[in-house]
């Protein structure tokens, strides 16, 4: 009876111990603690952040974490007024951000920012030059660069997303982006509106390209995670958490949990390259 | 006893009705304050005639206020057909119970709301326009057709309010000398209501340039002023959802109090329009 | 000539008629077909059970319960925040108003109606980042902003619901109860109002069903795409309308924009139902206030 007893209880103990890495440790660091994080700013940021949030809010019911959108710039401005606890963005703040607000920056994954058509468009390979004329809006139909006779549809971002940001510095060189370019509010809605319209052309975040959509290659190197991790697809960034001044409390931790092994495993499965 | 408690809830009627009234004169302020540093930084004239270009400097708010122009007089323009076509029907030449119905159907209209017709606009009507007709298929001829159907309903009860308010002596001079239907319709009741009717085309366009929702998910919100129908706009109501997300005090963000203060003035000027025609033509309200 | 421009009248009025229908059939059923399969518990809980998140013991993480949750939260403190300020602005004006008051509210009613919802939206964020930077750090778009919001949106409807109900009473039962010696206040409590309830609810119905359905004024001040179950006044909510929104420029798989038109039909019929109340309740009272809508 005791020698039962023992073996189950050795049974089960291994068990367990093989078993508690797959709740993830990280988590535990949450144990006890109630209150609210406001998260908001950068829209690539927000699937890791959902995903993150959920997982936290489903174990521990006294954490409240809520995650909005709105771009980099509103993250920086939004976290250094005190309106939020955690700011996301997409480009690394300015210096003068940096001064103004005291931020303290948290890279946790690289993102590349790569340029995407409809799966249907037969044009998937361009020059830098050639994108630069197509935003600039000097090329405007898909004729002449070998796709069908019909305008092209340029999207583009706001003023706020780090996206465009980055997107305007490495890419387009700072040229001008026409003024009949659609604008969309964010990486998901730049997704959903190219792989709804057939003759779109945007730029959205490497982690947000899925089957919907068809990268294009920019000057022969395709943005995938592989070429953006190798070097070869220069047009990156680095998604930063920003706070205002050192985090502590619940929003010391929520960053923690993104350094973790499982939150860097988040970060991979959402289609970014964890830094860790 | 009673007497103070007379006064006290007179008093607090009173105060009531001052408390909604200021509202509105405190809306206004708040635009014109925080407004205020863009006219101070940047040419006066400029805000309001000039282009839209933040990292060049220029926060001119024109191309919103002629998207918002080309919208909304499309949308009326294209509704008012619809609208005199269906009062007609209703007040005249439909049976009673197909009246009943119609007006019922109208009134459901009105419940509608307008995150919906701008969902189904994306999913229905865009790809329609974009292959059918040309261009991004987010446009102003996409944007001007939905929101017709949206200011449809106001028009069209507003019209049949007229129509039906003409004093009915006039109709029933005009039955005794032989008048049919259709006769009576257009030769007695429209003259008469057309104040009605001017007064239901003012509130229906208002309603159209105060319209936020249909704009930004069905024109495109693109920056440049639009010159033909099958390009894409922003309209001012557009322009403050979208622009919210922008730095606190940067004159960006101020740009949107200033479209806050143009579209209140529109509506204000549409209002006091209405106010003024219905009480001269002394059609009852 | 003149029979054959009759005619053509009445051709193109029932052509127009026509086509206002078809719109609206092919609207309606476009969005019944692709939305009535979406509809059951999955939608609303998501991959939670109903029970336990009913009772709070779950969060629901995929399904519309949040928004709906927050959208009840909003219209039931717009309600609360503008019903009492609204009847006694209306009972003032109808009441106690002399006829050149009565012009001047009634024009500023009338303009605060016809005011854009984005631009009062506007009004509200301003109000958040005055009270932010001047009285606490906790303030910001939040549940409560966006009620006061709202309520300053529908106060005219009710104002005026309530202001032509009283007045529409007959002359004898205004009088009678002053006849027999009540005073003025006693009147209003006592007779006039329960007989102009029909009126005023009327009003009130109509306010809900604008809270339920607006977005610009909930874009401005506090809405989120999640934020779970809104916890107090001064948090951040999620609600129906953005809910549609944002998933119509931002779905990630077939199943979001499936929800997407469930969550459509789930609004509508709320917002149907709001506004067929108001116009059951007081059938011509609400022609005169629609033009407004």
Not at chain 2, 92 to 113: A, D, E, Q, W
Not at chain 3, 87 to 102: D, F, H, Q, R, T
Not at chain 3, 276 to 287: N, R, V, W
């Amino acid at each position: 009876m005791k020698k039962t007893f023992v073996q189950t209880f050795v049974i089960f103990s291994i068990f367990s111990l093989l078993v508690a890495p797959c709740f993830g440790e990280a988590l535990q660091a949450f144990e006890g603690q109630e209150g609210t994080i406001k998260i908001a700013g950068g829209t690539a940021h927000i699937p890791v952040m959902k995903e993150a949030a959920k997982r936290i809010m489903t174990r521990y019911k006294d954490i409240l974490i809520t995650v909005a959108g709105g771009g980099s710039g509103l993250g920086i401005k939004q976290v250094g007024e005190g309106l939020v606890d955690i700011g996301n963005s997409g480009r690394k703040p300015k210096p003068e951000e940096i001064e103004k607000y005291k931020l303290k920056m948290f890279k946790w994954a690289i993102d590349g920012v790569g340029v995407v058509v409809n799966p249907t468009n037969k044009v998937q390979s361009l020059t830098k030059d050639q994108l630069k004329d197509i935003f600039s809006g000097k090329i405007d139909n898909w004729l002449v660069l070998g796709g069908v006779k019909h305008a092209i549809t340029v999207y583009t971002r706001d003023e706020a997303s780090g996206t465009r940001a980055v997107f305007w510095e490495k890419a387009l060189d700072k040229e001008n982006i026409s003024t009949k370019a659609l604008f969309v509010p964010s990486n998901g809605a730049m997704k959903t509106a190219v792989a709804n319209d057939p003759y779109a052309i945007g730029y959205v975040s490497v982690g947000h390209m899925d089957e919907t959509v068809a990268p294009v290659a920019l000057d022969g190197v395709t943005p995938t995670l592989d070429t953006v991790k190798g070097g070869q697809y220069k047009i990156a960034r680095g998604l930063y958490s920003n706070t205002k001044s050192d985090p502590s409390g619940l929003t010391r931790l929520f960053i923690n949990y993104l350094f973790s092994p499982e939150g860097q495993k988040i970060a991979s499965e959402k289609g970014f390259i964890p830094v860790k | 006893m009673n007497n103070a408690k007379e006064i006290i809830a007179k008093n607090v009627f009173f105060l009531s009705a001052v408390a909604s009234a200021v509202m509105i004169l405190a809306i206004f302020g708040f635009m014109i304050a925080l407004g205020i540093p863009l006219f101070k930084a940047g040419n006066f004239l400029a805000i309001w005639t000039g282009p839209w270009a933040p990292h060049e400097g220029l926060y001119g708010i024109w191309p919103m206020i002629s998207g918002t122009l080309w919208i909304a007089l499309l949308a009326t323009a294209l509704c008012l057909p619809l609208s005199l076509g269906t009062s007609f029907v209703i007040t005249s030449l439909g049976s009673p119970r197909l009246c009943k119905m119609l007006g019922t159907l109208v009134r459901f209209m009105t419940g509608i709301p307008t995150v919906i017709y701008g969902f189904v606009g994306i999913f229905l009507l865009v790809p329609l326009v974009r292959e059918g007709i040309g261009g991004p298929g987010m446009c102003v001829l996409t944007a001007g057709m939905v929101l017709a159907i949206l200011i449809s309903p106001t028009m069209i009860l507003f019209f049949t309010n007229s129509l039906l308010s003409v004093d009915v002596s006039y109709v029933q001079a005009a039955k005794a000398l032989g008048a049919n239907r259709v006769q009576r319709l257009l030769y007695v009741m429209v003259p008469r209501a057309t104040g009605g009717m001017a007064a239901g085309i003012i509130l229906a366009l208002g309603r159209a340039l105060g319209d936020t929702l249909i704009a930004l998910m069905l024109a495109g919100n693109a920056i440049q002023a639009p010159h033909a129908l099958l390009e894409p706009a922003r309209t001012l109501t557009a322009h403050i959802a979208l622009v919210k997300a922008a730095d606190f005090d940067s004159l960006e963000f101020r740009s949107i109090f200033v479209c806050g203060i143009v579209l209140y003035l529109f509506a204000t000027a549409a209002t006091v329009a209405v106010r003024l025609i219905l009480r001269k033509r002394e059609v009852p309200t | 000539m003149q029979e054959l421009m009759e005619k053509l009248a009445v051709f193109l009025s029932w052509t127009m008629t026509l086509v206002l229908c078809l719109c609206l059939f092919i609207f309606l059923s476009y969005l019944l077909i692709k939305g009535l399969p979406s509809l059951g518990a999955e939608l609303i809980f998501g991959k939670a059970e109903p029970l336990r998140v009913l009772l709070g013991h779950d969060r629901v993480f995929d399904g519309i319960f949040p928004a709906m949750i927050g959208t009840f939260f909003l219209v039931i403190l717009s309600a609360m925040l503008a019903l009492p300020v609204g009847v006694c602005s209306g009972i003032y004006l109808a009441e106690y108003a002399n006829p050149g008051m009565k012009k001047l509210f009634g024009g500023l009613f009338d303009i605060l109606a016809g005011i854009p919802s984005i631009v009062i939206g506007l009004f509200g964020f301003s109000l958040s980042i005055f009270l932010h930077n001047h009285f606490s750090d906790r303030f910001g778009p939040c549940l409560l902003i966006s009620s006061l919001s709202l309520a300053v949106l529908v106060i005219p409807y009710i104002v005026r619901s309530t202001q032509m109900s009283l007045e529409e009473l007959p002359s004898n039962i205004r009088r009678t109860a002053l006849a027999l010696g009540a005073t003025r206040l006693q009147n209003i409590a006592y007779v006039l109002i329960p007989n102009a309830l029909s009126g005023i609810s009327s009003g009130l119905f109509l306010a809900i069903g604008r809270c339920a359905e607006d977005t610009a004024v909930i874009l401005l001040t506090g809405v989120v795409a999640m934020a779970g179950v809104p916890s107090s006044l001064l948090s951040q909510y999620e609600a129906l309308p953005f809910y549609i929104y944002y998933i119509s420029s931002q779905y990630s798989n077939p199943a979001e924009l499936s929800n997407g038109y469930g969550a459509c039909l789930v609004l509508l019929g709320i917002c149907a139902v709001l506004f067929m109340f108001a116009y059951g309740l007081k059938k011509h009272l609400s022609y005169r206030m629609l033009y407004r809508v």
